[in-house]
């Protein structure tokens, strides 16, 4: 009886544990021919329904975004159109809007990417969220959009690992 009350007493930790995210490590690599450095790291929720990579490439700053299309339907269709289709980030008050340079889906799994090439300055904005971000996928061509919570967990993820190897 003993095990079972306290079995129940911690069910409600598990359900906060689970929402957790899971910080996967910074990977580096260098090409051997170049010399030219790639750092890049991903933070997924446990259900694997969203998940975001930071990544800096030849220089250039990256961000996917991977979604799970639950509705089963696709807001880029596969193809990224850089006049129509863009990801609005929100913190606090403020919104940016990113064109979409690239976007892709699983069908199997029903993944959609998307990935968008911010300035230098949006990762100081975004890794200082000192609360969940809200993530809107759009697009003019399909006349989708879907809304996103993006847990401050990945914040924090990114912040003592991307920021603190790559940046």
């Known amino acids: 009886m003993k095990k079972l009350l306290l079995a129940l007493s911690l069910l409600p930790f598990s359900f906060a544990w689970a929402q957790l995210p899971v910080v996967g490590e910074v990977q580096v690599e260098t090409d051997e021919f170049t010399g030219e450095q790639t750092c890049y790291q991903l ?3 446990p259900d694997t329904s969203l998940a975001m990579s930071l990544w800096l490439e030849d220089g250039e700053l990256e961000v996917w975004f991977i979604r799970r299309a639950d509705d089963h339907e696709f807001i880029y269709d596969g193809h990224a159109i850089p006049s129509m289709d863009r990801v609005l980030v929100k913190i606090g008050d403020v919104v940016e809007t990113h064109s979409v340079v690239f ?3 699983v069908f199997d799994d029903w993944m959609e990417y998307a990935v968008i090439q911010p300035p230098r300055d949006f990762y100081d904005w975004f890794l200082s969220a000192t609360s969940d971000v809200r993530v809107r996928f759009e ?3 399909s006349g ?4 996103v919570t993006v847990p401050h967990g990945f914040v924090t993820g990114f912040a003592s690992g991307f920021a603190a190897t790559c940046l």
């Open 43 to 45: 933070v997924a929720l």
């Open 103 to 105: 976007a892709d889906y």
């Open 139 to 141: 697009s003019d061509y």
């Open 144 to 147: 989708l959009h879907r809304d």
